[in-house]
């Protein structure tokens, strides 16, 4: 699959589900679980075949799958490790723009998805303390919802 310059997906090389919609081809490319679990494991420091496979449990053939869609699509790369036996895989800089889209859905999965008081592991910054809520914002700085926006459909 080319890619331009920045790293987006040549929109020739797809099937777009909905080709004006950049949430729809933002799951196009990453929008399956084990890709999205893939992502976030990378983001937490896997990089072998192995690791990913421990930490997710996914089925050989599938990881080898969305492994290899995940370096075609540009959002790992895939490299020969020092001693040339194995690969690794590392986030790219598009790979590493979806650290947004993951903090989203753990947050929202905190929020949502757990009984109040259940135990769920948390994400903390440098000096150990949970992540600021993400929240959209307006230009001005006023929160932004589905309530204050719309979609700008283009011709």
């Known amino acids: 699959m080319t890619q331009t310059a920045i790293g987006a997906v040549s929109a020739e090389e797809v099937t777009w589900t909905d080709p004006a919609c950049p949430v729809a081809r933002t799951l196009d490319l990453v929008g399956d679980r084990w890709s999205l679990l893939i992502v976030r494991d990378a983001m937490d420091g896997a990089r072998a075949f192995t690791d990913f496979q421990q930490r997710t449990g996914i089925a050989r053939n599938i990881l080898t799958d969305r492994l290899r869609r995940l370096v075609e699509r540009g959002v790992l790369d895939r490299r020969a490790a020092p001693s040339g036996r194995r690969r690794l895989y590392t986030l790219t800089p ?13 947050q929202w999965g905190e929020r949502h998805a757990f009984a109040p008081g259940e135990s769920h592991s948390v994400l903390v910054g440098a000096d150990g303390l949970p992540l600021a809520e993400l929240r959209p914002a307006g230009p001005g700085g006023e929160p932004a919802d589905a309530g204050t926006t719309t979609v700008r459909r283009n011709p």
Request: glycine share 8%; aromatic share 8%; charged share 25%.
């Open 94 to 106: 598009a790979g590493r723009d979806l650290f947004t889209v993951i903090v989203a859905l753990r």
